[in-house]
């Protein structure tokens, strides 16, 4: 089995920081894309950042330039520094990869999430 385990998640003031990580961990043989996505009460999931396992990142235009999502390869960990926050960061943020297995095939996996409030 694969588990991701995310945390760093808290209450933060606007214009404050934090830093999310996540970490897959079971059978694995190697990780490819890794994500971070948020949902707020009310609204569908959506895409915060992504990170392929070569490096390349993807944004949300809602935080570009505000968050940065970054991994180690070595721990199948990403992370995501958060900056600049605002109220409507607010949202339990979860993460998502594809694990590729002994039998080498793909997997699509998902976090619990971590709640980030941001007050105003």
């Known amino acids: 089995q694969v588990q991701l385990v995310e945390s760093g998640g808290g209450l933060v003031q606007a214009g404050g920081s934090l830093r999310l990580s996540c970490a897959a961990s079971?059978?694995?043989?190697?990780?490819?894309?890794m994500g971070w996505y948020r949902q707020a009460p009310g609204n569908e999931r959506e895409l915060v950042a992504t990170?392929?396992?070569?490096?390349?990142?993807n944004y949300a235009d809602s935080v570009k330039g505000r968050f940065t999502i970054s991994r180690d390869n070595a721990k199948n960990t990403i992370y995501l520094q958060m900056n600049s926050l605002k109220p409507d960061d607010t949202a339990v943020y979860y993460c998502?990869?594809?694990?590729?297995?002994?039998?080498?095939?793909?997997?699509?996996?998902w976090g619990k999430g971590t709640l980030v409030t941001v007050s105003s």
């Open positions: 990170i392929t396992r070569s490096g390349s990142t």
């Open positions: 998502n990869a594809e694990v590729v297995n002994y039998s080498l095939k793909g997997m699509d996996y």
């Open positions: 079971g059978r694995i043989f190697s990780v490819n894309g």
